[in-house]
């Protein structure tokens, strides 16, 4: 099946900082969502991604489906920016399961 | 997301028992998606449902665990005999009217087996 790999799996910043997350993914894929799981474990829509690019504030994402990959990128991160990010894609071909990344843990420091 | 319910919010259950977990989508989608979350790891998909229907449940243990959407009322999943490796959270999303949806996710039940 489908894998999908999430890096760098920790990340501690400083308040203020900016940060680039990466997901790759091995195979075609129809959906792409990313979610912030916040320090009390909700799950929160950052961007529903397939193809191109999305801002969203202090946020923004990429993805490059021929590539197979996305990028979300946090600038003047905050300490409410910490939690778990996770990238989710539905593989293209044979079902419709619905792949998470192992996540990037974020810390962000006052 | 704050549109899915789920409940009950926290579940505790004896080895043996049954739990049953309920999921209403958001007002308008008629797709729910089951996932499984256990400490410091990510969702794994478990059931992808439509009303009445079961669009892909490659995710889901082949024994002692069901889910169901029916015309009225919320969707379930059920787990029979618990036992303590079933202590997780689960979460529920729900998605539109169309297959390949955005998801959006309930608050989650975090299930203890004893």
């Known amino acids: 099946g489908i894998q999908v790999e999430q890096s760098p799996p920790d990340l501690i910043l400083q308040e203020g900082a900016n940060s680039t997350l990466r997901c790759n993914f091995s195979?075609?894929?129809?959906?792409l969502q990313w979610f912030h799981q916040n320090p009390w474990g909700q799950l929160i829509n950052l961007f529903y991604?397939?193809?191109g690019t999305k801002q969203n504030g202090r946020l923004s994402a990429t993805t490059v489906a021929t590539e197979r990959y996305s990028l979300l990128y946090i600038s003047s991160s905050q300490t409410t920016d910490s939690g778990v990010y996770f990238c989710?894609?539905?593989?293209?071909?044979?079902?419709?399961?619905?792949?998470f990344g192992a996540g990037t843990r974020l810390f962000v420091k006052a | 997301n704050a549109g899915v319910m789920q409940n009950p919010r926290h579940l505790v259950r004896r080895r043996g028992q049954e739990a049953r977990l309920r999921c209403s989508p958001m007002?308008?989608?008629?797709?729910v998606y089951w996932y499984r979350q256990l400490p410091e790891e990510g969702l794994k998909f478990m059931v992808y449902?439509?009303?009445?229907?079961?669009?892909?449940e490659s995710g889901m243990p082949k024994e002692r665990f069901s889910a169901e959407f029916p015309k009225e009322g919320p969707s379930i999943l059920r787990i029979q005999q618990v036992v303590r490796g079933d202590s997780a959270a689960y979460f529920c999303?729900?998605?539109?009217?169309?297959?390949?949806?955005?998801?959006?996710f309930g608050p989650g039940t975090r299930l203890t087996v004893t």
């Open positions: 449902l439509q009303k009445e229907n079961i669009i892909d």
């Open positions: 195979d075609s894929v129809n959906n």
């Open positions: 991604i397939p193809s």
């Open positions: 989710a894609v539905e593989q293209g071909t044979g079902g419709f399961k619905t792949i």
């Open positions: 999303a729900s998605g539109g009217t169309d297959l390949r949806y955005e998801q959006y």
């Open positions: 007002k308008g989608h008629s797709h």
